[in-house]
């Protein structure tokens, strides 16, 4: 099982960023996806998660309105579109795949495959 994440780079404040997660090895459609990121210094912290058919995501408060998860079961690909970002929002950003129920999938206890991370850094 492969989860490969890609877009993270430098952008300003308000700007916007979209970020891939590329699976393969595993049933794509099966999984629950997670987004996951870590600021330096801090622990890991979940960002949202989206359900298996693809119509319902959840949100972590801090980016509730400002970031929105989608995905495309064909391609195996998950998606993080970032916008308004804030300086807080810098970090290394995970996504992650879970069989766990959706509503176990916030903790990242709960998720079977990690890709590597993909670095978002946002300049004040």
């Known amino acids: 099982v492969q989860l490969q994440a890609s877009g993270g780079g430098l952008v300003q404040t308000g700007g916007s960023l979209r970020l891939s997660c590329a699976a393969s090895g595993l049933t794509f459609r099966n999984y629950v996806l997670g987004w996951f990121r870590q600021a330096p210094g801090k622990e890991r912290e979940f960002v949202g998660k989206?359900?298996?058919?693809?119509?319902?995501?959840y949100y972590a408060d801090s980016v509730k309105g400002r970031f929105t998860i989608s995905r495309d079961n064909a391609k195996s690909t998950v998606y993080l579109q970032m916008s308004s970002l804030k300086p807080e929002d810098t970090a290394v950003y995970y996504c992650?795949?879970?069989?766990?129920?959706?509503?176990?999938?916030?903790?990242?206890?709960?998720?079977?495959?990690w890709g590597r991370g993909t670095l978002v850094t946002v300049s004040s």
């Open positions: 992650a795949a879970t069989l766990t129920i959706y509503y176990s999938a916030n903790s990242d206890e709960n998720y079977n495959h």
């Open positions: 989206i359900n298996r058919a693809g119509n319902g995501a």
